[in-house]
């Protein structure tokens, strides 16, 4: 014998009713979980447009300290060839070298003469050329705080604009590989043999020859202090080409940052 099955309208109105609940609590649930990630993501966006706001202010500090070791080696590299000329010496450029041997000084940071070169033989000048010989090289502090902050904070994955993204880790791969470590490291090198070779083979002590006579002539016509100077002439002058390429990149840099932060 078949049972009847009695169906209750109440039970399946409730059932209906707890079902639409449950449906409309998920629905919820899922458009605060998307509203939750929508602003935490604007918030993201937000703190990025920050990090690149902050950038630019870093990148005006390395600008500062390009400007002063340009004019510094701009300096030095001029000093080099007026001690070879007024020495006697070959002061001919090496071929197939951008020389900077022109470039004019800009601002007035770090300028150690002013106006033109002397045409003649100058004691103040021609002590102000030994004492540069030696300068260091490494003395360039970049600002990486902020770059540093945007890859540690995840928010450099958060630069939808991947050109400016490609731009901006050029730059920084530009200093480590010209203006940091094995490349500072060699001309450091060639300065130290410089100023060490002219201390123990003619007794100038290139930080202050204001005790010697004329310590230019002590190395007249000397052509191993030629081939000394000259090459430590190009070292210089690869410093400096490779500080202006640094300069030229920050300040195009600081250009695609602001049209990126112009967008709304």
């Known amino acids: 014998m078949q049972k009847k099955v009695i169906q209750n309208p109440s039970v399946n109105r409730y059932l209906l009713y707890a079902l639409g609940e449950i449906t409309l609590i998920f629905i919820g649930i899922m458009i605060a979980l998307q509203f939750n990630n929508w602003n935490e993501n604007r918030r993201a966006d937000e703190q990025t447009k920050i990090y690149l706001q902050n950038l630019i202010v870093a990148l005006e500090d390395d600008i500062s300290f390009l400007n002063n070791t340009i004019n510094y080696n701009n300096f030095r590299l001029k000093g080099i060839f007026y001690i070879l000329k007024y020495a006697g010496l070959n002061d001919s450029q090496f071929a197939d070298v951008e020389w900077r041997t022109d470039l004019e000084m800009e601002g007035t940071s770090g300028i150690l003469w002013e106006g033109r070169i002397p045409d003649s033989l100058n004691r103040d000048f021609t002590e102000k050329a030994f004492c540069q010989l030696g300068r260091g090289f490494g003395s360039v502090a970049f600002n990486y705080s902020v770059i540093n902050e945007l890859h540690s904070t995840g928010s450099f994955s958060r630069i939808y604009n991947q050109e400016l993204k490609s731009f901006i880790a050029r730059y920084y791969r530009h200093l480590r590989q010209r203006m940091e470590g094995y490349a500072i490291e060699e001309h450091e090198q060639w300065a130290n043999e410089v100023t060490n070779y002219l201390r123990d083979h003619y007794g100038i002590f290139t930080l202050d020859v204001s005790g010697l006579e004329d310590p230019i002539g002590l190395i007249a016509d ?36 602001k049209v990126e932060l112009s967008k709304p």
């Open 222 to 257: 000397k052509n191993d202090v030629e081939m000394r100077l000259r090459y430590l002439a190009m070292e210089v002058n690869y410093h400096i080409n490779w500080s202006l390429s640094a300069r030229m990149m920050a300040r195009e840099l600081i250009d695609e940052l």
